[in-house]
């Protein structure tokens, strides 16, 4: 009420003065005079609405702290959860290393003993049936050809297939290798594997971990003394080189146990996807 009374007044005034310059003062002074008036009447208004103002300004602020409290307690909770991915991923590759280095070293151990691996029976693909061969299993097989040209190995033909028990169609290998030395023989599959394929315009999700059949049919392959040795297609395209230099280094430590070479580089680390993140992987690879 006393701010009411107040404009009130206060309006009566500004009203009075007004009429009084338009009355006694020329056009000039009457500009001026107008224009002071309204900045008199805009500082009233802000005086009058100043504390509302600050009230609004506290309450905003008082929300913005509340969200950024929210905000960090998130920000948290996200980094524990990449913590703990981070946590298990590392945890799964090391176990898979040490299964693969106790294979490894239980084939070598057959191999000095005197086992030979007998090769799984070779069949024609079926007609219409032939896999689909990748984009860079040539490239890798060449490149295999030029670093294991002084090493007693022979590569299957293309497109040779296997018959699997347990599946309808052949497997076809895209890199199989024969090593051969003091009458034994070790049989070599190396693999140039795709996140994706195209069907009907689809992305299909291709060797997912979630996928067992892949898994199954490795162990049946190492069951039956074979090496299965995978890559994705991104490090075959991109370090073709140090894909072909670890297989010869696998074949030379079966050859020669205890074989080390410290110059030895592997291809950058790429992690495996399931069916959901397959779909998301890039194909398209800066050479």
């Given at each position: 009420?006393?701010?009411?009374?107040?404009?009130?007044?206060?309006?009566?005034?500004?009203?009075?003065?007004?009429?009084?310059?338009?009355?006694?003062?020329?056009?000039?002074?009457?500009?001026?005079?107008?224009?002071?008036?309204?900045?008199?009447?805009?500082?009233?208004?802000?005086?009058?609405?100043?504390?509302?103002?600050?009230?609004?300004?506290?309450?905003?602020m008082?929300?913005?702290?509340?969200?950024?409290?929210?905000?960090?307690?998130?920000?948290?909770?996200?980094?524990?959860?990449?913590?703990?991915?981070?946590?298990?991923y590392?945890?799964?590759?090391e176990?898979?290393?040490?299964?693969?280095?106790?294979?490894?070293a239980?084939?070598?151990?057959?191999?000095?003993?005197?086992?030979?691996?007998?090769?799984?029976?070779?069949?024609?693909?079926?007609?219409?049936?032939?896999?689909?061969?990748?984009?860079?299993?040539?490239?890798?097989?060449?490149?295999?050809?030029?670093?294991m040209?002084?090493?007693?190995?022979?590569?299957?033909?293309?497109?040779?297939?296997?018959?699997?028990?347990?599946?309808?169609?052949?497997?076809?290998?895209?890199?199989?290798?024969?090593?051969?030395?003091?009458?034994?023989?070790?049989?070599?599959?190396?693999?140039?594997?795709?996140?994706?394929?195209?069907n009907?315009?689809?992305?299909?999700?291709?060797?997912?971990?979630?996928?067992?059949?892949?898994?199954?049919?490795?162990?049946?392959?190492?069951?039956?003394?074979?090496?299965?040795?995978?890559?994705?297609?991104?490090?075959v395209?991109?370090?073709?080189?140090?894909?072909?230099?670890?297989?010869?280094?696998l074949?030379?430590?079966?050859?020669?146990?205890?074989?080390?070479?410290p110059?030895?580089?592997?291809?950058?680390?790429?992690?495996?996807?399931?069916?959901?993140?397959?779909?998301?992987?890039?194909?398209?690879?800066?050479?």
């Amino acid at each position: 009420m006393d701010k009411l009374q107040a404009a009130l007044s206060t309006g009566a005034g500004v009203a009075t003065l007004i009429a009084l310059i338009i009355a006694e003062a020329p056009f000039f002074l009457i500009l001026a005079g107008i224009a002071g008036v309204a900045t008199l009447a805009q500082f009233l208004y802000e005086s009058w609405t100043y504390e509302e103002r600050i009230e609004e300004y506290e309450r905003k602020m008082r929300s913005y702290h509340q969200e950024q409290k929210r905000y960090e307690e998130r920000l948290v909770l996200w980094r524990r959860e990449c913590d703990r991915i981070e946590s298990d991923y590392k945890q799964q590759v090391e176990e898979y290393r040490r299964e693969y280095q106790n294979k490894v070293a239980q084939i070598i151990r057959d191999w000095e003993n005197g086992l030979i691996f007998q090769p799984l029976d070779l069949c024609q693909p079926f007609l219409g049936q032939g896999a689909r061969a990748g984009r860079y299993d040539r490239r890798l097989r060449e490149a295999l050809i030029i670093k294991m040209e002084n090493l007693p190995v022979k590569f299957l033909p293309e497109q040779a297939s296997l018959k699997v028990p347990g599946f309808d169609f052949p497997y076809t290998p895209d890199i199989a290798i024969q090593v051969s030395s003091n009458n034994r023989t070790l049989l070599i599959d190396v693999e140039v594997d795709e996140p994706w394929y195209q069907n009907n315009g689809q992305r299909v999700p291709h060797h997912a971990l979630d996928d067992n059949r892949h898994s199954q049919r490795d162990d049946f392959f190492a069951e039956s003394g074979w090496i299965v040795v995978r890559f994705s297609e991104r490090q075959v395209a991109i370090e073709t080189e140090k894909c072909a230099s670890f297989v010869c280094y696998l074949i030379q430590a079966v050859l020669t146990p205890g074989f080390r070479d410290p110059s030895l580089s592997l291809p950058i680390d790429h992690r495996r996807w399931d069916s959901l993140s397959a779909l998301d992987e890039e194909r398209d690879f800066v050479e």
